[in-house]
């Protein structure tokens, strides 16, 4: 099979990873405006919405890893799902960043940038 294009493996990771960080994130912390649900049903509904996170993921990983090593695919997915989670809080639970939290993401993005700089 032929990739759509030649950058394929280089772009498939990110869109992937970032409709795949998408739905781990609405899995993870989506069911936090629904208090009164009970744990039992928010449990089986994340791990239901997880599931479209896997069938994404890992194809990003077996794709990307034709031109990415592990490591870098990793970072890529930690970074995502910082610039992700940090939408996701903003806009739908409406929790605001601090300075502190830019901060450490900042943080993490450079170390983020050291392990790309090779």
């Given at each position: ?24 994130t ?14 039992a ?8 919405i ?69």
């Amino acid at each position: 099979m032929h990739p759509p294009f030649p950058l394929w493996p280089w772009v498939a990771p990110v869109v992937l990873l970032t409709f795949s960080n998408l739905f781990m994130t609405i899995a993870w912390y989506g069911h936090l405006k629904f208090k009164s649900t009970a744990l039992a049903i928010v449990i089986v509904a994340s791990w239901a919405i997880a599931f479209f996170e896997y069938c994404l993921a890992v194809p990003a990983n077996r794709i990307g890893h034709q031109v990415y090593s592990a490591a870098e695919l990793k970072t890529m997915q930690e970074v995502i799902t910082l610039i992700v989670f940090a939408g996701f809080s903003a806009f739908y639970l409406k929790e605001p960043l601090g300075w502190n939290h830019l901060a450490g993401f900042a943080l993490i993005a450079g170390g983020a940038a050291i392990i790309f700089r090779a």
